[in-house]
């Protein structure tokens, strides 16, 4: 049995273990893709459409490096702001002598002190978000540890809009939009704002029992309900997309971390190598935005030390390897009445080592 034909029976048995109804994979190389897979229904219902390439799944982390981390490396390299400026210095409300050495770098690595997420239910609107984030103790002091935080990233979000000009989710349809300049084939959707029209096709999920949405299905609509609350454009969670359109990003990542120079802004060798750079924060396997390959990684254990990536709670992950000129997006939903987190890991560790080979 080849490697793809592993990879596909894998996905095939998780969805007859009900750990996901839905999955599309893709890997390939800085080349093009190599793979393709679809595999079973929208739900777990035996009536619902069947899943395909053009698919679109809530990405839900995924978005922190497709589009948020994107956005602030093309805001850095433009000088619209600094790696290693204080927070403070751009976030009116983030004060406090526990929290004046915090710099946007710190945010990206996960290591500003912020917990994973608010204690109580989330605000309406950003003024509310904000003030909250930035009045929540702090759980750590910063850059003592790596404690992996929503919170941190809706930060920056909302700095990346002020910094940009604009919202989010417009300034990555204007990178979106040139990576797609003179594709040969429609790759499908990447965006925040999912089409009317396209909703009823996309992977649904189900809302967490804390939701006040839960009881329906959320087709189209972000899972998370602090994206949510902010309109379903925030810096943590928002994005949807196809395959396709995840492994056409992946793989301007992938050649610009082999040092290709021949591609558009701000994806240049030296902004990948800045970004994907593991952090110095004690046992932290964070960069900027991104994560790196550990023993313990959803990447299994056959990727090389440069490998870098990301996963999100609905059932998505992408994970990109330079040294062996290899990306892998395997997209799911779990998070429609699917398995659980542990589940899903051995999945994801099994889908990867499947594809990567001895």
Not at 286 to 295: Q, Y
Request: with cysteine; proline share 6%; glycine share 10%.
């Amino acid at each position: 049995m080849n490697r793809e034909d592993a990879a596909g029976r894998l996905i095939a048995e998780a969805i007859a273990a009900r750990v996901f109804p839905a999955a599309v994979a893709e890997y390939g190389g800085s080349g093009g893709v190599e793979w393709q897979h679809a595999a079973g229904r929208l739900t777990f219902d035996a009536a619902s459409p069947t899943t395909t390439l053009a698919t679109p799944f809530d990405l839900a982390s995924l978005t922190k490096v497709v589009a948020t981390t994107t956005i602030v490396m093309q805001l850095q390299a433009s000088h619209a702001l600094r790696l290693d400026e204080p927070a403070a210095d751009a976030i009116a409300e983030w004060r406090g002598a526990d929290r004046e050495a915090v710099t946007v770098r710190d945010l990206l690595e996960h290591a500003s002190g912020l917990p994973a997420r608010l204690v109580d239910a989330p605000p309406a609107g950003r003024r509310e978000f904000e003030h909250e984030i930035c009045a929540i103790r702090l759980e750590y002091p910063p850059r003592s540890r790596s404690i992996y935080s929503d919170l941190g990233f809706i930060l920056l979000g909302f700095l990346a809009a002020d910094r940009g000009g604009a919202s989010l989710a417009e300034q990555f349809e204007r990178v979106w939009v040139q990576l797609k300049t003179g594709a040969p084939a429609d790759d499908g959707l990447l965006t925040f704002e999912l089409p009317r029209d396209r909703r009823p096709s996309a992977a649904p999920t189900m809302p967490l029992d804390e939701d006040p949405r839960r009881g329906r299905l959320l087709a189209g609509e972000v899972h998370d309900n602090y994206a949510a609350a902010l309109g379903g454009v925030a810096g943590h969670a928002g994005l949807f997309g196809a395959a396709p359109a995840v492994g056409r990003f992946a793989r301007a990542i992938l050649r610009a971390a082999r040092g290709n120079a021949n591609v558009l802004p701000p994806f240049t060798p030296a902004n990948i190598a800045l970004f994907t750079t593991q952090s110095t924060v004690p046992g932290s396997s964070r960069a900027l935005g991104w994560d790196r390959m550990l023993p313990t990684s959803s990447c299994g254990t056959r990727m090389s030390p440069s490998a870098f990536g990301h996963v999100g709670f609905t059932g998505t992950s992408l994970w990109i390897d330079p040294a062996r000129d290899r990306y892998y997006v395997l997209l799911t939903n779990r998070a429609c009445g699917g398995g659980s987190l542990d589940d899903l890991r051995t999945i994801r560790r099994a889908f990867h080592d499947a594809l990567a080979g001895a």
